[in-house]
Structures are given as C-alpha cells and as structure tokens.
C-alpha cells in the first residue's frame, strides 16, 4: 500500500533551501519515492490560511517512508534543514485500489 510524506514547508534561506532540496531529492529517489507535488501553486478552498509551499512524496510502503526519513543520507539534508526551513511534516497511508 503506498504512502505519502505531506510537508508545508516555508523558505528561511534561499540558498541552504536550494542545498536542501538537491539532497533529499536524491534520498528520496534512493528510498523509492517519487514527487507528486513540489511546490506548485496551492490554493486553500476551505479552512485555515492561505497555504505555505506543499510538497508531496510518494513512497511504496508507510516502512519504506519511515526507513527514509531516519536514513543516515537523509540526516545530512536534516542537518540543512534547521536552518534553510520550517516545515510541517505528515506521513499519510495511502489506499489500494480495492479499496476505492
């Protein structure tokens, strides 16, 4: 069953941000996950303010996206992002197709 890592991400440094970015895109593909949404333009319908910059991920299991995201690749963008954003980060279990 796939899994989505959900983040709202907002820039404190354009070029630690650019840094970031380049290293947890290579992890990500490393773990098997795929962009589905990366920062394009989003608006909120319903609810709460307007939303900050939304990135999607697509990974193949909820253990493959755990597995990334405590990888030793992924530590050293961690390490980039206490300084390049602030972020809200979700993991969201998707559905099979059976159950639609």
């Known amino acids: 069953m796939p899994a989505y890592v959900i983040s709202e991400v907002e820039a404190r440094d354009q070029a630690a941000m650019q840094a970031y970015r380049t290293l947890a895109a290579k992890t990500i593909a490393q773990y098997g996950g795929r ?5 394009g333009a989003a608006e909120a319908v319903e609810g709460g303010p307007p939303p900050k910059t ?11 996206a755990r597995e990334w995201y405590a990888s030793p690749e992924y530590a050293e ?20 197709s059976g159950m639609l």
């Open 35 to 39: 962009y589905l949404a990366r920062g």
């Open 54 to 64: 939304i990135i999607i991920v697509e990974f193949p299991t909820m253990a493959r």
């Open 77 to 96: 963008a961690l390490k980039l992002r206490q300084t390049a954003l602030e972020r809200r980060l979700m993991f969201v279990e998707g559905v099979t």
